[in-house]
């Protein structure tokens, strides 16, 4: 092993196509943290995303081979767990002397399957890594026995066992941040979640007590990143606003420190209030996701869940007023589903008005309390995982349930949802806060809300066929609370689309008042001005843009239409060496003179 052992930290990629990634495609912030910790222990750390480089082994193979690491270690959730075999196969018939280590909430719950059933593998690290893994390279490294690392699990002679246990990293401050060496989206203000819900992993994997880090610790994380150019971040802590003082000292200090960032976060129904949302949608928070689960009280309550009605729709309400767009979980197939708690959700669904739903069919994963009661019940073994299954659905253990009824109920929700959709969208304009300091980020939320419908996920449904025209609606009422670029941008352009170019022309010239010299709307309201027949005016908003081609040509364009060849011919000249990256022509490169 080198003096300063080479850690390759591996995220491999998981089982499934999924039709909606952004919760999966992205690195976990673990591998992050486990690198920058690697680093201060004066190793050296590289984090290779494999899930990017699925469908693609040679691809994988040649990166592990040019590197040649040390130690591979593996990011292991639930379903890349073949992945994560695979990679441990092929860093093992690269390198016979490489070090192979498990780590994350699969190899955590899973780790005696692991070791019993990828030979490659030599350790696993059980919770938090930070610590652990560090000292098992330096103990690999020294060649001393890793028994002595507590928080392992390793071979031993009658089989899996576990060392010592290590306790969770008490002080959250005292580790490296990790956007100092990584870019990446994703970061946490605390690690664990007070919530109990039989269904999730989390509580088991980061024990009992919920941990802090300290406001200025995390907005330093957010700076580094932002100065990284990540300035759209998702906060992935299970419950970011449990401690809501600390929650609003992170917004000051983000807002102290002028950090232009926009951000996603996770929460509990009852786990926000007024004030506190008020300062996080300041602070850039544009959305958050909570798990609502049911509409039924008794689901909610067999699948732990202690949230109350009431508390959803509160949560819900102060999301719409302060323009936070709240994400909304549900489950179903969930033990005493039926059609009447089908309909008990869509009624809840009515109440709550999300802009965005999601419904999962409930379940079982392994480090779930609904795992531990399934393998009681039937008797089954982890051995189960040898299927290429990313999970048990928990119908399938229901005598009462079957697929075409889940399935059914699943439809039901989704057709449901979609049908109220546009109602939602069309009144969200409607709950937002009067207040007149809040009409800029007002405009915000309604134009982010008019992308999805004309270019998002909403754009591409086949069954919201009047998308665009919702669109439209949300970016003019936009407009209503403030010239907002995006908004102005997106109704200018689709008015273009309808050839209204003087309506075009009016909301384009609107959205300039509020962005004066923005060049997306100038090029637009230059195009409107050109298809109303008034050149002259769409040369003034052509020249100031001399290194846009586009413009150029546009504006070579206006000057034919003026009978001004000479000038056509310097625009288009000028287009062409921007195309070609060469220095425009004419004395000193200079620009195509404006006017008529
Ligand atoms: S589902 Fe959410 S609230 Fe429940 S235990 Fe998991 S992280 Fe906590």
Not at 35 to 48: E, I, K, S, T, Y
Not at 260 to 285: K, P
Request: glycine fraction near 8%; charge should be negative; hydrophobic fraction near 45%.
């Amino acid at each position: 092993m080198r003096e300063k052992p080479l850690v390759a930290l591996i995220y491999p990629p998981w089982l499934e196509e999924r039709t909606h990634t952004e919760d999966v495609a992205c690195v976990p912030i673990g591998t992050y943290a486990v690198a920058a910790a690697l680093l201060a222990a004066g190793c050296d750390a590289r984090v290779l995303d494999w899930h990017a480089l699925r469908g693609q082994p040679e691809a994988m193979r040649e990166e592990l081979r040019t590197l040649a690491p040390d130690v591979v270690g593996v990011t292991v959730l639930q379903a890349n767990r073949f992945g994560a075999m695979d990679a441990a196969r092929m860093a093992r018939e690269l390198d016979p002397e490489v070090r192979v280590v498990f780590g994350g909430v699969g190899a955590t719950s899973l780790w005696a399957f692991f070791l019993e059933h990828c030979p490659e593998l030599d350790a696993v690290v059980l919770g938090e890594g930070d610590l652990t893994t560090p000292e098992l390279v330096r103990a690999w490294q020294a060649g001393a026995d890793p028994a002595a690392v507590p928080g392992l699990a390793l071979r031993g002679p009658d089989g899996p066992t576990t060392t010592a246990p290590r306790p969770p990293v008490a002080d959250l401050d005292s580790l490296p941040i990790a956007a100092r060496h990584f870019t990446y989206q994703h970061l946490a203000l605390t690690r664990g979640c007070p919530g109990r819900c039989t269904f999730c992993g989390s509580p088991a994997f980061w024990g009992p007590r919920v941990r802090f880090r300290s406001p200025g610790h995390f907005v330093d994380e957010m700076e580094l990143l932002a100065a990284r150019g990540v300035t759209h971040l998702y906060v992935s802590d299970d419950t970011f606003t449990l401690d809501r003082e600390r929650v609003r000292a992170v917004c000051r200090e983000i807002m102290a420190r002028g950090l232009e960032v926009e951000w996603q976060a996770i929460s509990r129904v009852n786990a926000v209030d007024d004030q506190t949302l008020a300062l996080m949608r300041q602070a850039g928070c544009i959305q958050i996701s909570f798990g609502v689960e049911s509409g039924d009280d008794a689901i909610r309550q067999a699948l732990n869940k202690n949230v109350r009605r009431e508390d959803a729709v509160r949560a819900f309400a102060l999301c719409r007023k302060h323009g936070i767009l709240a994400r909304a979980y549900f489950i179903y197939g969930c033990p005493g589903e039926s059609d009447a708690t089908i309909r008990a959700t869509l009624e809840l669904i009515a109440e709550l008005r999300p802009l965005v739903a999601h419904f999962f069919i409930l379940s079982v994963f392994p480090g779930t309390e609904l795992y531990e009661r399934f393998k009681a019940a039937t008797g089954a073994a982890d051995s189960i995982w040898l299927d290429p299954v990313e999970d048990i659905k928990h119908f399938e253990l229901d005598p009462d349930q079957d697929l075409d009824t889940v399935a059914a109920w699943g439809r039901a929700l989704r057709e449901g949802y979609r049908a109220m959709l546009p109602g939602f969208a069309l009144a969200a304009a409607d709950d937002l806060d009067p207040d007149p300091a809040l009409a800029r980020l007002h405009a915000d939320f309604l134009a982010r809300l008019g992308m999805t419908f004309e270019r998002g996920d909403y754009a591409r449904d086949p069954h919201l066929p009047n998308a665009q025209d919702i669109a439209a609606r949300l970016y003019a009422r936009a407009l209503e609370f403030h010239p907002d670029a995006t908004a102005a941008l997106g109704l200018g352009l689709m008015l273009q689309r309808r050839r209204d170019y003087g309506a075009s022309v009016r909301t384009l010239a609107l959205g300039l008042t509020g962005n004066p010299g923005h060049e997306g709307l100038s090029l637009a309201l230059a195009v409107a001005l050109m298809n109303c027949g008034d050149f002259e005016r769409a040369i003034s908003f052509l020249t100031p843009f001399t290194g846009n081609p586009q413009a150029m040509e546009y504006l070579a364009l206006c000057h034919r239409h003026l009978g001004h060849p000479g000038r056509e011919a310097q625009a288009l000249a000028h287009a062409r060496a921007l195309r070609q990256g060469r220095p425009a022509p004419g004395p000193g490169g200079a620009p195509p003179e404006p006017g008529g």
